[in-house]
């Protein structure tokens, strides 16, 4: 079975700052997928990033930048100069290889930017 | 283009009642999933239809919930015997192919209160 542990379950940030979101992952598949989904107030998830878990490679992307760690099974994402629309609550998602790939959730960081 | 819709979008029922919930995914995505939103057990995944083959119903919560997917495009969920306890918000996915790494594109959702 596959688990997903979100640690923080609300963080508040003042604007401009960096903020990092972390997650930790449980699967005894080699072959995986993770995600990074934002859900604003209005209610829709929104999809992020994705990684597979065979590119540990970190990457940036705008104000979004990942770092996914093998051996410690976290995956966890940050955001530079945070802005008050960054506001909302993420989620993490675990997909295994298989016919459905079907998203195990963590549970979501609920983030708050103030101006 | 367009992307994932749901309806309707608030659902109010009365305990006992029978609910049908419907998911128009983006055009062209053969992957469709339903999944569940609630504060005391997060996002949880519902069922899976992948084409015609049959649907993966691994996570339905009980035998009261069932859904189907007409001609590979429109689905529709229905809860008979609603209870309490199924108020939640509904949401719907879909995917170009779950056999490669496709994000999952989520509608709106339909928050279902069950009275």
């Known amino acids: 079975a596959q688990k997903v542990t979100q640690a923080q379950t609300e963080i508040s940030v003042v604007e401009k700052e960096d903020v990092t979101l972390d997650c930790v992952y449980e699967t005894r598949d080699t072959t995986y997928y993770l995600f990074w989904y934002k859900q604003p107030p209005s209610g829709e998830l929104v999809f992020l990033i994705r990684?597979?878990?065979?590119?540990?490679q970190n990457e940036i992307s705008g104000r979004y930048s990942w770092n996914f760690q093998k051996s410690t099974s976290s995956f966890n994402f940050t955001i530079t100069a945070s802005q008050v629309v960054d506001s909302a609550v993420y989620f993490c998602a675990l997909s295994v290889s298989g016919s459905a790939r079907q998203l195990t959730f963590g549970s979501g960081t609920q983030l708050t930017v103030l101006p | 283009g367009a992307g994932v819709s749901q309806s309707p979008s608030n659902k109010v029922t009365e305990k006992g009642k029978d609910v049908e919930l419907r998911c128009d995914p983006i055009s062209g995505h053969t992957a469709l999933y339903w999944y569940r939103q609630s504060l005391g057990q997060g996002l949880e995944f519902l069922i899976y239809?992948?084409?015609?083959?049959?649907?993966?119903k691994s996570g339905l919560p009980s035998d009261r919930f069932s859904a189907e997917r007409t001609g590979g495009s429109v689905s529709t969920l229905t809860i008979q015997r609603t209870q309490q306890e199924d108020s939640a918000v509904y949401l719907c996915?879909?995917?170009?192919?779950?056999?490669?790494?496709?994000?999952?594109?989520f509608g709106p959702g339909t928050r279902l209160t069950v009275l």
């Open positions: 239809f992948q084409g015609n083959s049959a649907p993966d």
């Open positions: 990684r597979n878990s065979f590119d540990e």
């Open positions: 996915a879909s995917s170009r192919q779950a056999r490669t790494l496709n994000e999952q594109f």
